[in-house]
Nanobody, 125 residues
Framework: QVQLVESGGGVVQPGGSLRLSCKAS????????MGWFRQAPGKEREGVSCINWSGTYAYYTDGVKGRFTISRDNAKNTLYLQMNSLKPEDTAMYCC??????????????????WGQGTQVTVSS
């Protein structure tokens, strides 16, 4: 059983920064690929970024490249998403996800079997 709890969301002005965290209550955290997805009202869930078990591989959707950085601390069972230069279009509910996989990752929601409840990010002036 994998439980994921996100934190770090909030309201920020355009150009600001936030760091999201996802704490996993599970053993063998380094057996899982991890990802961040987001969903805004009226839109489909969008993959943001994912990272392999060791943190040596990461993938980003085009809209966040150069602004967001995904990382993980396996000793702390925690996934992070550093978000810089935030834009209003980044406003969404951000959820972390996990799947037991020791390969690379893909931003396909069907590939992830465990999901957190999400943390809201609002970018507004």
């Amino acid at each position: 059983q994998v439980q994921l709890v996100e934190s770090g969301g909030g309201v920020v002005q355009p150009g600001g920064s936030l760091r999201l965290s996802c704490k996993a209550s599970t053993s063998g955290f380094d057996d899982y690929v991890m990802g961040w997805f987001r969903q805004a009202p009226g839109k489909e869930r969008e993959g943001v970024s994912c990272i392999n078990w060791s943190g040596t591989y990461a993938y980003y959707t085009d809209g966040v490249k150069g602004r967001f950085t995904i990382s993980r601390d396996n000793a702390k069972n925690t996934l992070y998403l550093q978000m810089n230069s935030l834009k209003p279009e980044d406003t969404a509910m951000y959820c972390c996800a996990a799947e037991k996989d020791e390969g690379s990752c893909r931003l396909t929601r069907e590939d992830f079997g465990y999901w957190g409840q999400g943390t809201q990010v609002t970018v507004s002036s």
